[in-house]
């Protein structure tokens, strides 16, 4: 089973930015697809963004729009999610994970079948 290491979260002040990295063991070719769930104390568990390997297509969470992105460095089998004018309610642990109930440009469903992260805590306060 691939393997997941996750690095990057920390505190920030509301409007920073935060990279979290997602290095993967095994090649690309081993999940369908990657991204990151974030759970927050109280709150369900959500879809933040992930790649579907097949079509290339990517998901972001309406929360999450035009301040997230997600990016692939192939060549270390590494996934970024670059986070910026962070905001309060993005307070939360930060999971990578793999192979999604569903994951495409409309859509991202938080059953994992394939592996988990660690996780890493964000945490967006003045």
């Known amino acids: 089973q691939v393997q997941l290491v996750e690095s990057g979260g920390g505190l920030v002040q509301p409007g920073g930015s935060l990279r979290l990295s997602c290095a993967a063991s095994?090649?690309?070719?081993?999940?369908?697809?990657i991204g990151w769930i974030r759970q927050a104390p109280g709150k369900e568990r959500e879809g933040v963004s992930c790649?579907?390997?097949?079509?290339?297509?990517?998901y972001y969470a309406t929360s999450v729009k035009g301040r997230f992105t997600i990016s692939r460095d192939n060549s270390k089998n590494t996934v970024y999610l670059q986070m910026n004018s962070l905001k309060p309610e993005d307070t939360a642990v930060y999971y990578c994970?793999?192979?999604?109930?569903?994951?495409?440009?409309?859509?991202?469903?938080?059953?994992?079948?394939?592996?988990w992260g660690q996780g890493t805590q964000v945490t967006v306060s003045s």
């Open positions: 994970a793999t192979d999604f109930n569903l994951c495409d440009s409309e859509d991202m469903g938080v059953l994992v079948a394939g592996s």
């Open positions: 095994g090649s690309t070719s081993d999940y369908y697809h």
């Open positions: 790649i579907n390997n097949g079509d290339l297509s990517v």
